[in-house]
């Protein structure tokens, strides 16, 4: 059973450009979160797709978005580059199910942004 | 807003000693914690979950945790560490009308030395 996959697993930007990261969340699994976690911090939430709508959002600025496919894989883009965007972005998946959330993300080995 | 604060940014200890890595929150709601373990070069791993009941909460790896609501604390604690132990603990919480968002702390680097 493949857990959460995430691509490319390292890129190089410079300031300016845009970036897509892609996602595969875990078999079964229905929701999909962001985070970035920049160097020597912890994850912040960027925002949360579930029946390919956003949910929720973090403080994150517009430049940030996001898509999540019918088959629940999700897409997160960010636009005009900054030197701050360098991090690592992991992705998140959980299931909402009829039983409510068991309190469990499940994450991917994240996508590490470098920006020049 | 919630928060959450790791107040130890390292904690060295030696192999087979006890650790306490500790994590205090802040929300004015009703909460489920969270520790996640990172293992460099690696994603986040749960190690252990309070929803509700009891308080006390343990890992499948002898990791405990033990949730205090009046001192608004979710401390992480292991008997006896080993070498694998090695790796960033992170708390994180999220409030009960909040599902799957969760906030974290900035995290504890541990090493255990030999």
């Known amino acids: 059973d493949a857990g959460v996959t995430q691509s490319p697993t390292h890129l190089i930007k410079t300031r300016g450009q845009q970036v897509t990261l892609r996602c595969s969340p875990k078999?079964?699994?229905?929701?999909v979160s962001w985070y970035q976690q920049a160097l020597g911090q912890g994850p912040q939430f960027i925002f949360q797709y579930y029946e390919e709508e956003e949910r929720q959002r973090g403080n994150f600025p517009d430049r940030f978005s996001g898509h999540q496919f019918p088959n629940y894989s999700s897409e997160l883009n960010v636009n005009a580059l900054l030197l701050g965007d360098s991090a690592l972005y992991l992705c998140?998946?959980?299931?909402?199910?009829?039983?409510?959330?068991?309190?469990?993300?499940?994450f991917g080995e994240g996508s590490r942004l470098t920006v020049l | 807003a919630q928060s959450v604060t790791q107040l130890d940014s390292q904690v060295p200890v030696f192999e087979e000693a006890p650790v306490e890595l500790r994590c205090n929150y802040s929300?004015?709601?009703?909460?489920?914690l969270f520790w996640y373990v990172q293992y460099p070069n690696q994603g986040l791993q749960l190690l252990l979950k309070y929803l509700s009941g009891s308080t006390l909460v343990e890992s499948i790896n002898g990791f405990e945790a033990e949730f205090n609501k009046s001192q608004t604390s979710f401390h992480l604690r292991k008997p006896s560490v080993h070498i694998s132990d090695t790796a960033e603990y992170f708390c994180?919480?999220?409030?009960?009308?909040?599902?799957?968002?969760?906030?974290f702390g900035k995290g504890t680097l541990l090493t255990v030395n030999p």
């Open positions: 994180a919480v999220s409030d009960r009308g909040s599902n799957y968002k969760l906030t």
């Open positions: 929300s004015s709601v009703s909460v489920y």
């Open positions: 998140a998946s959980s299931l909402v199910g009829t039983g409510g959330w068991t309190g469990e993300l499940f």
């Open positions: 078999s079964g699994h229905d929701t």
